[in-house]
């Protein structure tokens, strides 16, 4: 569906339930890459357990969204430890428009460098608005 949908500006899309799994949120995300005039984007995916793949394939997508200028990442409870953390995070803070951004990554068994190196990639942004939540990692 959202491979027909054309000049969208913004989406709010929410995908969180137990076992949806990596490739019911590939297929999402597959579909969401169509939408590369995006100024606001809300991405909520949680209880999903979609690993390193699932990070892999959010910067994938996020890399043909130039213009995003807010950022909702909710990727709760999806157990992507810290390199996943690393992947999201380091490819967020590349997308130079972005002036709001809200990161939800709880309970992901991040340990110890996914952490830090989130801390370390968002210290260069501009935001005008920043909330990034890690508990419970």
Same mark, same amino acid.
């Given at each position: ?20 799994? =990596? ?105 005008? =608005? ?8």
């Amino acid at each position: 569906m959202l491979e027909k949908v054309k000049n969208l500006k913004e989406l709010d899309i929410g995908v969180a339930s137990k076992n949806f799994g =990596y490739l019911g949120f590939k297929s999402v995300i597959d579909g969401m890459k169509t939408q590369t005039g995006l100024r606001k984007l809300s991405l909520r995916c949680g209880v999903n357990r979609v690993g390193i793949n699932g990070a892999n394939i959010v910067k994938e997508m996020l890399a043909g969204m130039p213009h995003l200028e807010f950022l909702n990442i909710g990727f709760v409870e999806n157990y992507i430890g810290d390199e996943g953390i690393t992947i999201l995070t380091e490819s967020v803070s590349k997308m130079s428009n972005i002036k709001s951004l809200i990161l939800n990554l709880g309970f992901n068994d991040a340990k110890s460098y996914g952490l830090i190196n989130t801390f370390k990639a968002l210290s260069n942004g501009a935001y005008d =608005y920043l909330f990034v939540s890690l508990s419970h990692n």
